[in-house]
């Protein structure tokens, strides 16, 4: 019974340490604290700032930007990457009516802090010339966006408001950014592990008896 007992309670380790070396989510951000995950440019200053939502008000914190950039203004301070290549990518994107038509919020990742860009969403008139996944539009709304690709290496979260002619800073708001791997198991719940075990356990007295 000893015997059994304790395979099981190793099946049972096994099982959470397989698990929990996966997490289905890389990384997170309503930007109701701070910007300490974030930088600028190869690690210099950044214009993006946290501000209360347009809609909302003070109920909710949001990214905004006090100028418009090119080729990235904020980035993860971290990278990241993953096993299969895969990463699903979702956010909330209001954008105001801007005063130039092609600017507005640009989100992609980029290789480094700055020197490489690979953009998936952004103002509509880029859809074609830059290859993105998804437009988007200054409806005055929040849009929440998804988006699957595939990348095969390291890489960090870029985010800016587009430099263009006549754009004016701060017309561009995000929020809720998460990062995930969508081939990935999330780690259960510590009930479930429990149930796991106790069941486990179960097995081990039931193979006892007989």
Not at 12 to 25: D, N, T
Not at 73 to 83: E, K, L, R, Y
Request: glycine content about 12%; charged content about 15%.
């Amino acid at each position: 019974m000893k015997r059994i007992l304790l395979m099981a309670i190793v099946v049972v380790a096994v099982a959470f340490s397989s698990i929990q070396s996966h997490a289905a989510i890389m990384f997170q951000e309503n930007f109701e604290g701070d910007l300490s995950a974030w930088t600028g440019k190869f690690g210099g200053d950044y214009s993006g700032v946290i501000a209360d939502d347009p809609i909302m008000g003070s109920a909710n914190s949001v990214l905004t930007f006090t100028e418009v950039a090119s080729k990235g203004d904020i980035f993860t301070v971290n990278t990241f990457n993953s096993a299969s290549d895969e990463f699903r990518l979702s956010f909330d994107y209001l954008g105001l009516e801007s005063s130039c038509g092609d600017g507005g919020g640009f989100i992609g990742f980029s290789e480094d802090t700055g020197g490489s860009n690979y953009w998936l969403a952004g103002t509509e008139a880029y859809t074609g010339a830059l290859g993105l996944v998804y437009p988007l539009q200054d409806t005055g709304e929040w849009t929440h966006v998804v988006i699957d690709f595939s990348f095969p290496g390291s890489m960090h979260i870029m985010i800016e408001d587009f430099l263009r002619p006549l754009v004016v800073a701060g017309d561009a708001f995000f929020d809720n950014i998460v990062l995930e791997n969508p081939q990935e198991v999330p780690v259960p719940e510590p009930a479930t592990l429990l149930l796991l075990g106790f069941g486990l356990i179960g097995i081990a007295g039931g193979m006892r008896r007989k």
